[in-house]
């Protein structure tokens, strides 16, 4: 089997200009960053206000192995499908992060006949929006340190700076660092850390907001520390957001791409799942819905991560709600829920698929509980068997749910026309009631329970004393309307990642939260989960390498 780089290197590119061309878009609506990327004009949403929204059509999975399980390959693939069958399709998707690419898994930008190009690009630097929140990020940090160093007149209390530096990188040895050592004339010494870029509220700041305006007034309320007396300190008090929001003006405005067969991708923002809200751009979603017939986007990781923050975050934010949500399922996954260890995956065990099929159940009831219509999508790998294969789908008919084997991998958008068919059928056809999980006015504690209890399928919520502590004061400060954004391990629908499939009788346990009032949600921390994630033993980066022409090799 080919790699997914070869792949994407033999691909031919269309000139970026085609794709604009393809999308109607005017020489003032976009301008060109190389040959295969563009940046759309931040007007472009002003000047298509107007016009009608297209479907949306939200990709979601079953909880991923550690590889994940393709679906951002099924997002790629459903939309060239879309594409083939004569439906004006754009895809949005999120910007890899370089932890991950480097780390465990090596690119993200789809796989097989499915991906967005140039994957080389979009997987490392791209048109560097991840670094420019990474220098606002770090530009506040070096502020604050210099207030503080200054006189402090803010009278901000160093030991309670929330705000960390970022680094686009797995390093772990960075998760806690003492800055200012050194004497009076290095600043005042404080203890600090680094959190991975895509987990700065600047990323999720970047994704919520609806233009530039918008991103000014969320990064002045930015609440970064307190005072001695624990009065919040926000930006706007160090007088920094305009700084900030003009290091972003560029970051801010959606890319275009195309995939392998051509198709139109609006690359744009990438906060993880798992520790932050796991969805692109409010402004690339509402773009594409503007330009397509149907926009095809993905949210992070499973149905309890990325799908329930879409819905409860990103929509409330944006001015639309899915009109499906395919759920990726692989039988790898499924097997694994179903209690088989990583190295005997490859292997027939239609047991272990049944075994394993509770979990899919439990995300089906999840996207049922916002009301939605759904299609289950067997992202099928060369490992699978006929036998498995047929196990999944008749396990699908018999619970009368719409499912379809997708091959979207191996054969691009022609892989994916099964699935394509079956989303527009669910689209014309399915009544959606369209209800989130919580309201904001219920209190931060009954939120938090809701998520746990409707969408993990947990019995209770514990909260330590200092989440206690922590809701008492943003009550108090008048946070306690905001949506929650729960920060959990993706491998689990509990806060164990060892628990797999669908454990029940169980609690999950907030540590603390950590107030983004600029992005306009609570984080609530659950079990260890880490902001800066570690390298594995062999990071993926140790396979990658650039010949002497500039070709790039190894990104999977
Ligand atoms: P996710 O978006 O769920 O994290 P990706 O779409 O990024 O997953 O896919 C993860 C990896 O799995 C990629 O390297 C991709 O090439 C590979 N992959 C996805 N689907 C298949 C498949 N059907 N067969 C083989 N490899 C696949």
Redesign the pocket.
């Known amino acids: 089997m080919k790699k ?1 780089i070869e792949i994407a290197q033999e691909a031919t590119m269309k000139p970026i200009e085609d794709i604009t061309n393809q999308l109607d878009l005017d020489y003032e609506d976009w301008e060109p960053y190389g040959r295969y990327k563009a940046k759309l004009s931040e007007s472009l949403l002003h000047k298509l206000s107007d016009r009608k929204d297209g479907k949306v059509v939200l990709v979601t ?1 079953i909880n ?1 192995t550690p ?8 997002t790629v693939g459903l939309g060239q499908a879309m594409n083939q069958l004569n439906k004006r399709t754009v895809i949005a998707l999120r910007e890899p992060s370089l932890g991950p690419t480097m780390g465990l ?4 930008a ?3 006949y499915s991906q967005v190009l140039p994957m080389e690009d979009i997987n490392l630097h791209f048109t560097g929006d991840i670094h420019a929140i990474t220098s606002a990020n770090n530009a506040l940090s070096a502020f604050i340190d210099n207030h503080i160093h200054r006189g402090n007149e803010l009278n901000i209390d160093p030991r309670k700076i929330g705000w960390k530096r970022v680094l686009d990188l797995n390093d772990r040895a960075l998760r806690e660092v003492v800055v200012g050592l050194g004497g009076p004339l290095k600043g005042v010494p404080r203890e600090d850390g680094f959190n991975i870029s895509v987990a700065s509220e600047i990323m999720a700041i970047l994704c919520l907001a609806s233009d530039l305006e918008d991103l000014k007034n969320r990064l002045a309320r930015i609440v970064f520390g307190y005072t001695y007396e624990d009065k919040p300190v926000t930006v706007q008090q160090l007088g920094m957001e305009g700084a900030l929001t003009l290091l972003l003006k560029e970051a801010i405005k959606p890319n275009l791409v195309q995939t392998i067969e051509n198709t139109p991708a609006i690359v744009h923002g990438g906060p993880f799942a798992n520790i932050a809200h796991g969805c692109n751009s409010v402004m690339a979603t509402t773009i594409a819905s503007k330009l397509g017939e149907y926009v095809i986007t ?1 949210a992070g990781f499973g149905a309890d991560l990325g799908a329930e923050k879409f819905l409860n975050i990103k929509t409330r934010a944006g001015d639309f709600t899915p009109d499906a949500v395919v759920i ?1 399922a692989t039988v790898r996954a499924l097997k694994m829920h179903g209690g088989v260890p990583k190295e005997g995956l490859g292997e027939e065990n239609v047991n272990a698929l049944q075994e394993g099929m509770s979990n899919l159940k439990k995300h089906m009831e999840t996207i049922e509980s916002f009301g939605l219509p759904f299609v289950v999508a067997i ?4 490992t699978d068997t006929e036998e498995e294969l047929n196990f999944v789908e008749k396990w699908c008919e018999e619970q009368n749910v719409r499912v379809a084997l997708t091959e979207v ?2 054969k691009g958008g022609t892989g994916g026309l099964d699935l394509a068919r079956a989303v527009m059928d669910t689209v014309d056809k399915e009544a959606r009631s369209f209800t989130y999980t919580y309201e904001l006015e219920d209190p931060i504690d009954e939120k938090v329970r809701k998520i746990a209890r409707t969408v993990y399928g947990a019995k209770d919520v514990e909260f330590s004393n200092q989440a206690k502590k922590q809701m008492k004061l943003y009550d108090q400060l008048g946070w306690g309307n905001l949506p929650i954004c729960m920060a959990k391990t993706q491998y689990s629908l509990s806060d164990d990642p060892a628990l797999l499939g669908r454990p029940s009788d169980f609690t999950i346990t907030i540590r603390e939260f950590s107030p983004s009032i600029g992005a306009g949600f609570i984080v609530a921390l659950t079990g260890d989960v880490m902001t800066m994630p570690g390298l594995p033993k062999e990071p993926a980066a140790l396979k990658m390498d650039v010949d002497a022409s500039g070709k790039a090799k190894g990104l ?1």
Do not use: C, I, L
Request: net charge neutral; proline share 7%; hydrophobic share 30%.
């Open positions: 997914d999975a991923p590889a994940g399980e393709g679906k951002s390959t099924v898994k090596g690119g993200a789809g796989g097989g993905e990726v992202n099928r790998f060369p991998h191996a999977f």
